[in-house]
């Protein structure tokens, strides 16, 4: 994980992307992670909106080349509140994976 929130690709392939967010009741928000390519070019994928809080899932399949940066956000300057639990369990307020799959 880089210091500004991204995360660097330094190995070519297929990756299957998952990117969760939990926002509090009464936010209205859509998010999603953001492919950051090494050629400077940007693609938003995975869009989700959260109506009225709750948890908001995306998932891909893309590939990815050395270089590329994948972040976690909400577009523009959007502000939401995040929550720390669901149904009484901790749980991270927002978090993606990336698997390398080929």
Known sequence: MNGDGTVTIN????????????????????????IIHADTSTAVVGLSAVEN????????????????????????????????TIGGISTPTSMFTLVKVN
Do not use: K, M
């Open 53 to 84: 809080g709750g948890t908001a899932t995306a998932t891909t399949l893309t590939f990815l080349q050395i270089g590329d940066r994948v972040y976690n956000g909400l577009p523009g300057t959007a502000t939401v509140n995040l929550i720390p």
């Open 11 to 34: 190995t070519p392939g297929v990756y299957l992307i998952t990117s969760r967010i939990q926002v509090a009741s009464p936010s209205t928000a859509a998010f999603n992670f953001t």
